[in-house]
Nanobody
């Protein structure tokens, strides 16, 4: 188990950028698959991006080319750089850690495989 704390959310205009951080405490951060999910008001939680222990990224189609997920294992931190933001990106963004490592796409599409979650950070994009 790892404990996760997100930061970096806020208000940004459409077309702008934000960078979210997720600091992890606990053992063996480097072996976890890390993911970012978001939940907009009145909508179900959706997958945004994930990164394998080896640094391979995977994105949902709607953010591909705009968002970049990265990790710094020395700092026990995963990042989500969000560029060219749109009002529909408005949501609470949460990071999550999965102990599963095989099949990044499969892991990304099943939130049940993520055993640790942060409390979330609000991102609001104004039009």
């Amino acid at each position: 188990q790892v404990q996760l704390v997100e930061s970096g959310g806020g208000l940004v205009q459409a077309g702008g950028s934000l960078k979210l951080s997720c600091a992890a405490s606990g053992r063996a951060f480097s072996i976890y698959t890390m993911g970012w999910f978001r939940q907009a008001p009145g909508k179900e939680r959706e997958f945004v991006a994930a990164i394998s222990s080896g640094g391979e990224p995977y994105y949902t189609v709607s953010v591909k080319g705009r968002f970049t997920i990265s990790r710094d294992n020395a700092e026990n931190t995963v990042y989500l750089q969000m560029n060219s933001m749109k009002p529909e990106d408005t949501a609470i963004y949460s990071c999550a850690a999965s102990p599963f490592t095989a099949g990044l796409e499969r892991i990304s599409r099943d939130p049940r495989l993520f055993g640790s979650w942060g409390q979330g950070t609000q991102v609001t994009v104004s039009s």
